[in-house]
């Protein structure tokens, strides 16, 4: 089991259960949101009561819940979000980093990065489909 923090997980999954609303997005997109949705997940948040279905509401102590996540599940553990990533790197918790690159510009945001940039080595840089490209970088 590995962590990885992985920059597009988040944009289907609106972390309460519900598929995001995108007028924009064909029926791949649609496709991959229904997967994700049926997948389990961990929501982590302070302002949550509940969360949707296949998901666990985790309030406090997130790296002992994903050290005991890591002993019990095969297979990566995902990752989104800047608050979430920057906290698990402080915990040296982050085992491979995947950044996706898309040609289009946000007026405003929270940097994926929200403090320091850990030391990184990059491994692997992979085009997806024509206009994306994932980097991968596990800490150096």
């Not at 992985?6 to 791949?28: L, N, R």
């Not at 918790?93 to 994926?112: K, S």
Request: no cysteine; glycine share 8%.
């Amino acid at each position: 089991m590995s962590y990885v923090l992985d920059s597009v997980v988040a944009s289907a999954f609106d972390g309460v259960g519900k598929i995001a609303s995108h007028h924009e997005w064909d029926a791949e997109a649609l496709d991959f949101a229904a997967a994700w949705r049926s997948q389990p997940k961990w929501v982590v948040s302070r302002s949550l009561k509940s969360v949707g279905p296949n998901a666990t509401l985790v309030q406090n102590d997130v790296g002992t819940v994903l050290r005991e996540l890591k002993a019990r599940l095969v297979g990566e553990i995902d990752v989104a979000g800047p608050d979430l990533a920057r906290s698990l790197t402080d915990l040296g918790r982050v085992d491979e980093y995947r950044l996706y690159f898309r040609p289009f510009a946000l007026g405003h945001g929270t940097p994926f990065f929200a403090g320091p940039r850990p030391p990184l080595r990059l491994v692997a840089s992979d085009p997806i489909g024509e206009d994306v490209i994932r980097l991968t970088y596990v800490p150096a």
